[in-house]
């Protein structure tokens, strides 16, 4: 009995210490949720901006060169989603649109398409890269 | 000391837990084991639905709804796929411009062999399908492919499928190749993608019978029996492949081909799910 008391106490132990092991990624949707994109969260020690990669990038003045580079870099990441075989249904349509107003000279609204994409591309990516360690959890075990 | 001698028993408890999940589940080539999926994925649908016999599976979600049954029993008194039907078996024998037929690229004349699609063919190390194995044909004899998704595809694949109704599926994964494609399509099967974050397993498998909006998914045992089916949404018949890509795309993914390498062996592991189960496509479905 004493051995069956242990053995549950060290199983309670191990997964109380996985449960609150908390990924940056999670810590930065809790404190997104909480307090939008203008807000600040402690990981491991340091202090980081709730603003995701993409709103940071956007925020920056809108201009040709600006609007440039983040279509560039939404276009690379897209393309590594592709590559991942996780690519987003619109992702390759706001990059069109992202052009288009490159070209109209619309830069904030292009900035605001490439980073709607870049987002997308990022998150297909993480997708692949959760897929390759859980996928197998969802398949129905033999009994 | 007693503490120390529990927990170490404890860990290896678990550790050994871990390595028999493992083993058991088969996430690469070597650890696989296809038989051990197919039953797995039948004692789930058991489990789910035990009062639905596994033949019924066929059926896709007719086996586990009673309302949406009545309705398509009540389809089923006038087919909609009957004019599809006699259509296909047209162009089925119809030759072509050098004399030849389909019935000259198949086993068997090409009738009743349904349940032995797709097959893994070994010397071009590959899934082959049904579709693709018609428009080989085709093309070996000199005329040009047909789309993929509808039409006269969907009518020749349909008429085929009607001569092997009742057979059951046979899918044979001959070697290690073999089992990498059948990996590929469990493994796409089970991933979560697109802007909805969705997989096929969660709306076919803990999704089956479960409303998404005002549907109800089928269970993904029995998924490839069918085909091709009259959509009642489509409003004619379509391939597998057409499905798969309509079922990709509302997952918000960008969306494969149809007959793409990873769509076959999409189809090589949903139908090796299904052996044991009989041909009874064409289908009709809402």
């Known amino acids: 009995m004493k051995k069956i008391i242990s053995i549950a106490a060290v199983a309670a132990l191990t997964l109380s210490s996985m449960a609150s092991a908390q990924s940056f990624s999670e810590a930065f949707d809790a404190a997104r949720a909480l307090q939008g994109a203008n807000g600040t969260f402690e990981w491991n020690g340091k202090k980081y901006s709730t603003q995701t990669i993409e709103e940071a990038l956007a925020s920056k003045p809108a201009n040709a060169e600006n609007a440039q580079a983040l279509f560039d870099a939404a276009k690379a990441k897209y393309k590594e989603s592709q590559e991942a075989g996780f690519a987003w249904r619109d992702t390759k349509k706001y990059l069109k649109e992202s052009k288009e107003a490159i070209a109209a000279g619309e830069f904030q609204k292009a900035m605001d398409l490439a980073a709607r994409a870049h987002y997308q591309a990022r998150k297909g990516v993480e997708q692949r890269d959760y897929a390759e360690k859980h996928w197998i959890d969802a398949v129905p075990p033999l009994n | ?202 709306c076919h498998l803990t999704g089956t019978n479960r409303l998404v909006r005002a549907d109800l998914p089928s269970p993904a045992l029995g998924h490839t029996t069918h085909f091709p089916v009259v959509r009642s949404k489509w409003g004619n018949i379509g391939t597998l492949h057409r499905r798969y890509e309509g079922c990709h795309r509302d997952s918000r993914s960008e969306y494969l081909k149809p007959q793409s390498e990873t769509f076959r062996n999409l189809e090589y592991f949903q139908t090796y799910m299904s052996n044991g189960l009989i041909v009874n496509g064409p289908g009709a479905r809402k």
């Open chain 2, 1 to 202: 000391m007693n503490i120390i001698k529990s927990t170490l028993l404890g860990l290896s408890v678990a550790a050994a837990s871990q390595m028999a999940m493992a083993a058991t589940t088969g996430a690469t080539v070597a650890t696989v084991d296809p038989e051990a999926d197919r039953i797995a994925l039948q004692e789930y649908m058991k489990n789910r639905f035990p009062d639905t016999p596994m033949s019924e599976y066929v059926n896709g979600i007719y086996a586990v709804d009673a309302a949406s049954r009545a309705q398509w029993e009540e389809i089923e008194e006038f087919p909609p796929y009957e004019l599809d039907l006699e259509k296909g078996e047209e162009l089925f024998n119809t030759p072509f411009a050098n004399g030849k037929g389909y019935a000259d690229c198949f086993e068997n004349g090409g009738i009743g062999i349904r349940q032995n699609f797709p097959y893994w063919n070994d010397e071009r190390k590959t899934v082959v399908t049904l579709e693709m194995a018609i428009n080989e044909c085709r093309m070996t004899n000199g005329e040009k492919p047909l789309g993929w998704k509808k039409g006269a595809i969907a009518e020749i694949s349909a008429y085929m499928a009607y001569t092997s109704r009742g057979n059951e599926f046979a899918i044979e994964i001959p070697n290690d190749e073999a089992k990498a494609a059948y990996l590929d399509g469990k493994k796409f099967f089970y991933s979560k993608r697109g802007q909805l974050n969705l997989s096929c397993a969660d």
